[in-house]
């Protein structure tokens, strides 16, 4: 069985990283098969706009950690699930904030998620690009209440749950991991 990574970040009022979430998953049928989440201390201390969604009590137990920590932690846990992907959504965002890792092979699932030659959920008629994008509504939320038919949902800015249902948008849109752009 092959495995990927999806990861998310929370960053502080500074653009510092205080959390990550990663949720590793199996190849095959995109099910998670077991997550990791790291608040990243003294980071988090400093605040930031979704700081108070930090101890969700919907999210697995944090590892309460330095980043150093938190990065040699998660190498660790690709290496030994032989992980050499890694998607997210807006997965520039994400890669340029963990350096540590950048090496790997990152993919952008939102590339996928926001466009009409990719995602059939979106509807006739929706304001496009030429280049097939929406013009507007493709975050987390929005896309996941498409895909779903949720209107309910709303994002949490937790980033381990973030990067679960970032997860969900992957197994809803249906395409094979292979499908996903390289950035």
């Known amino acids: 069985m092959s495995k990927f990574i999806v990861i998310d970040t929370e960053t502080t009022w500074s653009n510092r990283v205080m959390s990550i979430g990663a949720v590793i998953s199996d190849s ?34 944090p590892i309460v950690c330095t980043r150093s920590e938190a990065m040699s932690d998660l190498k660790k846990c690709c290496s030994q699930n032989d992980i050499h992907e890694i998607f997210a959504y807006n997965a520039l965002f994400d890669k340029n904030n963990l350096s540590e890792i950048s090496y790997m092979k990152w993919h952008d699932i939102m590339g996928m998620a926001a466009y009409v030659q990719y995602n059939p959920a979106i509807p006739k008629g929706a304001k496009l690009c030429s ?21 309910m949902y709303f994002e949490t800015h937790n980033a381990v749950l973030d990067a679960i249902d970032e997860l969900k948008i992957m197994m809803l849109l249906g395409h094979p991991i292979e499908k996903y752009r390289n950035i």
């Open 131 to 151: 280049t097939g994008r929406l013009k507007s509504g493709y975050g987390v939320e929005p896309m996941l209440r498409l895909l779903s038919g949720n209107n």
């Open 28 to 61: 095959d049928n995109m099910q998670p098969l077991d997550c990791k989440y790291y608040i990243l201390n003294p980071e988090y201390k400093t605040g930031g706009m979704y700081a108070e969604f930090l101890f969700h009590r919907r999210a697995v137990k």
